[in-house]
């Protein structure tokens, strides 16, 4: 108990209650000490005090200037636009449907218009716009200066065959059973040649080694059929003597290693690009072709060194794989049909073989077209 009482909190509880309980007591005997006002009492009158405004009394025309005016919330016109008004009546059912109607066809002419919009501008973004600039001097008698037209378009694609990673040169094995279907050939030609064509039977190169074959190939990015390697490897293409032509299939010359790489390169320099969505077999030109013969005018015999088939190329800005109007599949194709045409007096599709003053040349006939 004395622990309680000497803390500080109880006893300011207990004198807080004690004041209260003096106040209670205070105001209860105020209560009785005076009794209730009786209506026939009136109080006093009290005097106003200041008995004078300090500054002063306000006269009328102080009253009216402070006044208080009416607030723009509460003139009339005002008040009367936030009144409820009297509901409409209902529009009739005939007038309801074509207003429908109306808004269903608007809203769908709004998308029509978006979605054409839209395709326009996805279809036609890249489409390609002509400027007109002022270039230097035209090439012109007058000297005139006129507007040379430049479109935006953008170039071809670089041809990839045309620009091979470069690689080691390696040499690779020829199976004997090619080889020796390779030469069987070549003995039928040359023994032709020598008996009819002796002339153009010296202009036949020398064999041709694989090294530098090996070398072409990396050089090109390609890799040469193995019957066009064993050919190389019997004669390294074909040289013209001073009143010769070279030997060579359906009126073009034979090329050497040498000069099949050179060919390639040169025809690369003059079109490595890809038209765009264009087929390689279609185009004038594309690096994966092997130029294996060449008339001396722009003209190219070709192995698709995919395909594996003979085309030509002219300088018209051509390329076919129908030479001479037939289909050659290979290039032991063209080596066997050649061979053929010789010991039998046959054609190679319009090109046929013959003997005139000891060479051979190749005449251009209607003649039925034989493999």
Known sequence: MRQLIRSRGVWLGLLAALAAAAIVVFVRSRRHSTGPVRPS??????????????????????????????????????????????????????????????????????????????????????????????????????????????????????????????????????????????????????????????????????????????????????RFPDPLRASLLRHDGAESSENTWAFGFLGHSNLSVRQIRDEWTSLCQIDGEDEVFSDPRAEWWDGRMIPFAADGVGNDLVIDSLMRDVGETDHEGTMGFTPGEVRIRSYYALLKSTADAMENGGSVGRWRPRAVGGELEWDVTEADHSR
């Open 41 to 222: 009492e009136t109080p006093a009158p009290v005097e106003q005090w200041p008995p004078t405004p300090i500054l002063g009394a306000p006269t009328a025309e102080d009253l009216s200037r402070f006044a208080a005016r009416p607030s723009v919330l509460d003139r009339p016109g005002f008040i009367k636009f936030f009144e409820p008004r009297e509901p409409r009546e209902p529009l009739e059912e005939p007038v309801r449907r074509r207003l429908l109607r109306w808004g269903v066809a608007g809203f769908a002419l709004v998308l029509l218009v978006a979605g054409t919009q839209m395709l326009e501008s996805v279809v036609f973004s890249k489409e390609t716009a002509t400027v007109v600039r002022e270039e230097p001097y035209s090439d012109v008698p007058n000297g005139d200066r006129l507007p040379q037209p430049v479109t935006n378009e953008e170039p071809p694609d670089a041809d990839e065959d045309c620009n091979p990673k470069s690689t080691s040169p390696r040499v690779r094995k020829i199976s004997t059973k090619v080889t020796k279907a390779v030469n069987r050939q070549w003995r039928r030609i040359e023994t032709w040649l020598k008996t009819n064509a002796p002339a153009t039977y010296r202009t036949l190169g020398e064999p041709g080694d694989a090294k530098a074959i090996a070398a072409a190939e990396a050089r090109m990015g390609l």
